[in-house]
């Protein structure tokens, strides 16, 4: 039984900024890397960025050098800080958390940015 709350979505001005939470709680053990998702209308979901447990981090090339990934293992915490939105950044964010080889997620925050 584990759960992931994503929280910070909402609408912003194109050139604003949202940052992201997710915190996973629950029946956790340890989580080996959290990850940040987006999936737009009649788009495939994709990566946005990564953190392993180590903090390597990763990012898609659309949003490198705008987005942060970060997290706080103590609190079993990611969270994405977003700056420069644009509005092909408009999409339903999606945490989520390895553990174990298994994948768990949100339930997915709303992200939409008005030209």
């Known amino acids: 039984q584990v759960q992931l709350v994503e929280s910070g979505g909402g609408l912003v001005q194109a050139g604003g900024s949202l940052r992201l939470s997710c915190a996973a709680s629950g029946s956790i053990f340890i989580i080996s890397a959290m990850a940040w998702y987006r999936q737009a209308p009649g788009k495939q979901r994709e990566l946005v960025a990564s953190v392993t447990r180590g903090g390597s981090t990763n990012y898609a090339d659309s949003v490198k050098g705008r987005f942060t990934i970060s997290r706080d293992n103590a609190k079993n915490t990611v969270y994405l800080q977003m700056n420069s939105l644009k509005p092909e950044d408009t999409a339903v964010y999606y945490c989520?958390?390895?553990?174990?080889?298994?994948?768990?997620w949100g339930q997915g925050t709303q992200v939409t940015v008005s030209s």
């Open positions: 989520s958390a390895r553990m174990r080889s298994r994948d768990y």
